[in-house]
């Protein structure tokens, strides 16, 4: 599968940029991704998106940046290789943005990439793209259970801006969906 690169100059130096000496890198993704990323989330969440979700995530005002293993580098030689990746897909990230304001809708990782800092890496992937894209405010919602993904938001600088309660599935019932922002500014 070819894999674009970056869509921007811009973008693609910034991607070199937060990778440079990790075994990973950063790459737009294009609809060919969606079985791969359908594979992931269901690897990944107790509810994932569906592959027709997924592919509704392209377009004009979405960005779908994917995390994957540099080229050439296999099992034997790639401290990040994961015989569970993808196709060297380890993980990606969902925006849409609509004028100033940047959504995050998924941000997903293979459960044996976790813990290694590439959360963080494509967050502020997300971030940068945000505020070059001239964004005022990026938003999120994250279940209320995942204390790992809302620590991560709020080293980042995100806060807790509401609940939606009883928003998601799980085992037994229902969890809220804490929003959270993160005001952009320009320089």
């Not at 070819?2 to 693609?12: E, K, R």
């Not at 592959?51 to 392209?58: I, M, N, R, V, W």
Request: proline fraction near 5%.
């Amino acid at each position: 599968m070819n894999t674009p690169s970056v869509d921007s100059p811009f973008a693609a130096l910034l991607a070199t940029q937060l990778t440079l000496g990790l075994p990973v890198e950063l790459v737009a993704l294009t609809p060919t991704y969606v079985p791969q990323m359908a594979q992931l989330e269901s690897l990944a969440h107790s509810h994932p998106m569906s592959e027709g979700s997924l592919a509704d995530c392209f377009g004009h005002l979405y960005r779908v940046l994917g995390l994957k293993l540099r080229a050439g580098l296999d099992a034997n030689t790639n401290a990040a290789s994961d015989p569970d990746s993808v196709d060297g897909l380890l993980g990606f990230a969902i925006v849409q943005q609509i004028v100033d304001e940047v959504t995050l809708l998924d941000i997903c990782l293979l459960p044996s990439q976790q813990g290694k800092g590439y959360g963080k890496l494509l967050l502020k992937a997300v971030v940068t793209s945000a505020k070059a894209s001239g964004a005022v405010v990026l938003m999120l919602e994250v279940r209320e259970s995942n204390l790992a993904a809302r620590a991560l938001y709020q080293k980042a600088g995100f806060i807790e801006s509401g609940r939606r309660k009883g928003y998601y599935p799980i085992a037994g019932g229902k969890e809220d969906a804490i929003l959270m922002d993160l005001a952009i500014t320009q320089e």
